[in-house]
């Protein structure tokens, strides 16, 4: 097991669209344990492939927190949606903005589980949001992306004035 390090906006891994999965091997199998053990490190609730620096389909996701209950999809597409909610959301990519996004309230994700089948999750509340922003992150969206143009703005000043420190 080995904690990965996660990659921070504006890395072009996370501006480009992740390739497809064919099938569930040892080496898959290896990185969702080692990007389980980096999700639960880094405090967060998911986590994409392409966040370590992987230009795959695949996420993990874990709303409650609770070791050896996350949730893993591979090819995860959403293909039905419901209602719309506003919420406060963060990103390990993005560590300077915490900012309220409007999202789909409820939706169903299809997916290739860590058994190759594919399967059919219906979501509300933590775990939609989380689906949304996982499945964003592979087609190479960051959340802040989905912000009023102000707010991207302030949020990209701030990244720049970080940068000039290191
Ligand atoms: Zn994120």
Redesign the pocket.
Known sequence: MARLKVVQYPNPVLINKTQPVASVGDWERSFIIDMIETMHAES?V???AN?VGVSKQIFVASADGVQGKELVYFNPEIIHTAGEIRDFE?????REAYEPVTRFREVTLRAMNLDGKIVEVTAKGLLARIFQ??VD?LNGM??VHRLGWWKRRMIFKKLEKNKQRF
């Open positions: 967060g998911g986590l994409a966040q963060g990103c390990l990519s993005v922003h996982e992150h960051v959340f």
